[in-house]
């Protein structure tokens, strides 16, 4: 696949970058307000479409970046990104199956760059995704790179499906000042001054029927399988997210084939509603971790989207009753 340096290639789709507003406004920052003063409009963030300066959307990255004290910023929008697949036309629905062919398509036409940013490789067993050279000029490649790589990531996990995992993950950038958000994030081996800005998996992956269900693109409409479990679809389409990605209802809705509105219509119809099942994938998720892992219950917030452990032992207390670290201590104590 030819590639142009990007020395000569200064322009980018917003992509990705689309989602900072949304994800500071997340953490109680107002996104207007925090746009004003890095002097960025934000209304140019409003199509994922929008063809702007790289360097803008790598100094976009990194402001957010800073002003939430995240340096992993830039990784939590490529796997929010990939998972949602923001900015890949949902009307082109991909005509193989396969994974090879529909990441293909994503890393021919991606969601978040240009061609000349990401590209594919298989040796043997192994498959590539490469984060190609960023421009030397650019002062602020790290969060660009690990958007990539979140990204590619993120689109993946919805490709194969939940059980997806890389091999691992090589950075060129030195290693942050704590190194498991990175590893906790990707739930994958990580290292830091690397050669390349690359993740590799096993290349039978790619020869897998693609986990997306039918209703993944608008027109394939929900109504033809009303006979199917609506409860079930909708808690098995949070599930190909990962519960680190918390998708909205609009995002799931689309995957169903539906309007938002109709969609939480039929929930109610069903007793539920949207949020109370995505707290119910989040609380398995967490159980899951605390019991099967020796993680930190730090490393367990940060691996289902929480920026710190309080939030995630306040929101884990209102499900249990208890705190993580009591549930761990109660969940060892009852295994023989």
């Not at 691996?303 to 969940?331: H, N």
Request: glycine share 8%; charged share 20%; hydrophobic share 45%.
């Amino acid at each position: 696949m030819p590639h142009r340096p990007l020395e000569r290639q200064n322009l980018i789709r917003l992509g990705a970058a689309a989602l900072i507003p949304e994800m500071l406004e997340e953490q109680g920052i107002r996104g207007d307000a925090y746009f004003r003063r890095t002097g960025i409009r934000l209304q140019l963030f409003a199509n994922a479409e929008r063809v702007v300066p790289l360097v803008w959307v790598a100094r976009a990255l990194k402001s957010a970046a800073a002003v939430t004290a995240q340096p992993e910023f830039g990784l939590l929008v490529g796997l929010r990104a990939g998972a949602r697949l923001v900015g890949w036309d949902p009307g082109r629905t991909p005509d193989d199956t396969h994974v090879s062919a529909a990441l293909t398509r994503i890393i021919s036409r991606p969601a978040s760059f240009p061609n000349s940013l990401l590209s594919m490789s298989v040796s043997g067993n192994t498959c590539s995704i490469i984060c190609v050279g960023l421009a030397n000029k650019l002062s602020v490649p790290d969060q660009l790179a690990d958007c990539a790589m979140g990204f590619a990531a993120g689109a993946l996990r919805v490709l194969c499906g939940p059980r997806w995992r890389a091999e691992g993950f090589r950075f060129v950038h030195g290693q942050p000042l704590d190194p498991l958000r990175h590893m906790a994030l990707l739930q994958s081996p990580v290292s830091f001054d690397a050669e390349v800005t690359a993740l590799e998996f096993e290349s039978t992956w790619l020869d897998r029927g693609s986990s997306t269900p039918p209703g993944n693109f608008p027109g394939d409409s929900y109504e033809r399988r009303l006979d199917r479990d609506l409860v079930g679809e909708v808690r098995a389409t949070i599930a190909s997210w990962n519960a680190i990605y918390r998708p909205s209802a609009p995002a799931v809705a689309s995957k169903l084939g539906l309007e938002p509105r109709k969609l939480n219509r039929l929930l109610r119809r069903e007793g539920t509603n949207f949020i109370r099942l995505l707290e119910d994938a989040q609380y398995e998720s967490a159980q899951q971790l605390l019991r099967d892992s020796a993680l930190p219950v730090l490393s367990v917030a940060w691996s289902l989207g929480y920026a710190d452990a309080s939030a995630f032992s306040r929101a884990f207390r209102r499900w249990s009753g208890l705190t993580p670290t009591e549930w761990r201590q109660a969940a060892a104590s009852r295994v023989p």
